[in-house]
């Protein structure tokens, strides 16, 4: 059973930067694709960017050219470095990982770790 753990969020100012880290324990040998998503309060869970297992990368356009997401396939593990960070980045960030062995996949999910950037 693969588990997620997230880390590195936080609270900054405007401007300010955050890299957060998922790792996966408990691996399983498969195609791993990433996704970071977030939530703020009252909104509904919203993409943010992709990593998916033969390169391809991807950004929602809200957060295009200020962060920037990567993996190291040694630790399993995959950041999201997020720079000049806006108050509208307030949000519970997650972390999504689907597991892909042939025709099947499993999808696991982070516990969240908040980020709030004040003005």
């Known amino acids: 059973q693969v588990q997620l753990v997230e880390s590195g969020g936080g609270e900054v100012q405007a401007g300010g930067s955050l890299r957060l880290s998922c790792a996966a324990s408990?691996?399983?040998?498969?195609?791993?694709?990433w996704r970071w998503f977030r939530q703020a309060p009252g909104k509904e869970r919203e993409f943010v960017s992709a990593?998916?297992?033969?390169?391809?990368?991807t950004y929602a356009d809200s957060v295009t050219g200020r962060f920037t997401i990567s993996q190291d396939s040694a630790k399993n593990t995959v950041y999201l470095q997020m720079n000049s960070l806006k108050p509208e980045d307030t949000a519970m960030y997650y972390c999504?990982?689907?597991?892909?062995?042939?025709?099947?996949?499993?999808?696991?999910w982070g516990q969240g770790t908040q980020v709030t950037v004040s003005s």
């Open positions: 408990g691996y399983t040998y498969c195609s791993y694709d």
């Open positions: 990593i998916l297992s033969f390169g391809f990368i």
């Open positions: 999504k990982l689907d597991c892909t062995r042939g025709v099947n996949q499993d999808t696991y």
